[in-house]
């Protein structure tokens, strides 16, 4: 399992009903239980009763990874049908998978929700899956 220290850059895993399978992007602020749990703050999810405050949640290990890398050219980035993609959408990133394209935008279907939705290429991204301390592509 990964270790994240303080400061680290982390996308959290939602276990929560209608949010599974999505991630969010969020810093370490420390390490709990010898590295079983985390507090986290995230970057885009704020505090329901004071929404000018980042929402601060301790998580378990399994739920947090590292950032995926960036790729460049990621702006002129070209996507075919069927591709796994993740698609930035309230505040987090979703698994989807690209269903067509109109003009610059890619729809992508959603499995989970079975939702089909147009994004410029900017909230999108290649899908990784983080396996045994490494970056795998799906394809």
Do not use: C
């Not at 996308?11 to 929560?16: A, D, I, L, N, P």
């Not at 399978?21 to 239980?33: D, R």
């Amino acid at each position: 399992m990964e270790v994240f220290r303080k400061g680290d850059e982390v996308e959290v895993r939602s276990k929560e009903e209608g949010f599974l399978g999505s991630y969010y992007e969020a810093t370490v602020i420390s390490q709990l239980n010898g590295n079983t749990r985390y507090k986290v703050q995230y970057k885009n999810l704020v505090e329901e009763e004071d929404q000018t405050r980042p929402l601060v949640e301790i998580v378990s290990a399994d739920e947090v990874r590292p950032m995926p890398p960036r790729t460049v050219g990621e702006a002129t980035r070209i996507f075919y049908y069927l591709d796994k993609v993740d698609a930035f959408d309230n505040d987090g990133w979703w698994v989807g998978n690209i269903s067509g394209k109109q003009g610059s935008k890619y729809w992508v279907y959603f499995d989970t929700t079975q939702d089909e939705i147009a994004y410029p290429v900017s909230q999108l991204r290649n899908h990784l899956e983080w396996s045994n301390g490494k970056w795998v592509s799906s394809k």
